[in-house]
């Protein structure tokens, strides 16, 4: 299995551009979650989806920020316009479904720079 | 609401002895406890969970961890550290029933010392 994929790896873009990031879970799991991490706030969860459909998106900062899921193999989560204060790790993670047990695998991380 | 706490921002143990990352908890009725590990520029990674059953959890790469009820603690142990256990480690906790978010730590990071 080649486990969550994510991409871009690096990102580095100017303030006010528009951003994409991009997570294609593994086959066969049904829930998707994306977490940014930083220094000052530690792991955040943002979103995360369940059978494709949003189920909590409180930890979203803001408009600015987006998330959709069109189909079960892929997810993006957007930002516009960038700020300097979004620079963060961003992951990705997928688990087989929303029950109690259920690990999450997570993907290697988008690095994202916004200069 | 569902915390975690994981006290200590950095451990160093010389390789070769025994190792133990803290992590205590709050949640509402019973938990579920995980703990993952993050090595430099990867993903975290699944060490071992508690669901029930036998206080003592073993996981990956020999570590084990110790529910303890009473203390609301769930402390990572490993008998012998390896200098490739140095990484950063992640205390997770969820409650129980319906769907609820996993809670991570803010991360120890483990010093394995030649």
């Known amino acids: 299995d080649a486990g969550v994929i994510q991409s871009p790896r690096h990102e580095v873009t100017e303030m006010g551009q528009e951003v994409t990031l991009r997570c294609k879970p593994i086959s066969g799991h049904n829930s998707l979650f994306w977490y940014r991490q930083t220094m000052m706030r530690g792991l955040e969860l943002l979103i995360y989806?369940?059978?494709?459909?949003?189920?909590?998106d409180s930890g979203m900062p803001e408009d600015r920020f987006s998330a959709k899921m069109p189909n079960a193999s892929f997810s993006t989560l957007k930002i516009q316009p960038s700020e300097p204060r979004d620079s963060a790790v961003y992951f990705c993670?997928?688990?087989?479904?929303?029950?109690?047990?259920?690990?999450?695998?997570f993907g290697p991380g988008t690095r994202l720079l916004v200069l | 609401a569902q915390s975690v706490a994981q006290p200590e921002d950095q451990v160093n143990v010389a390789e070769g002895n025994p190792l133990t990352v803290k992590c205590t908890y709050s949640v509402s009725g019973n938990p579920y406890l995980f703990w993952y590990v993050q090595y430099p520029n990867r993903g975290l990674q699944f060490l071992l969970k508690?669901?029930?059953?036998?206080?003592l959890v073993k996981g990956s790469y020999g570590f084990e961890a110790e529910f303890n009820k009473s203390q609301t603690s769930f402390h990572l142990k490993k008998p012998s550290a390896l200098v490739s256990d140095s990484a950063l480690y992640f205390c997770?906790?969820?409650?129980?029933?319906?769907?609820?978010?996993?809670?991570f730590g803010t991360g120890t990071k483990l010093q394995v010392i030649p």
């Open positions: 993670a997928s688990s087989l479904g929303l029950g109690e047990v259920e690990t999450q695998y």
């Open positions: 508690y669901i029930t059953g036998d206080n």
């Open positions: 997770a906790v969820r409650g129980i029933g319906g769907y609820q978010k996993v809670t």
């Open positions: 989806f369940n059978n494709n459909v949003p189920i909590d």
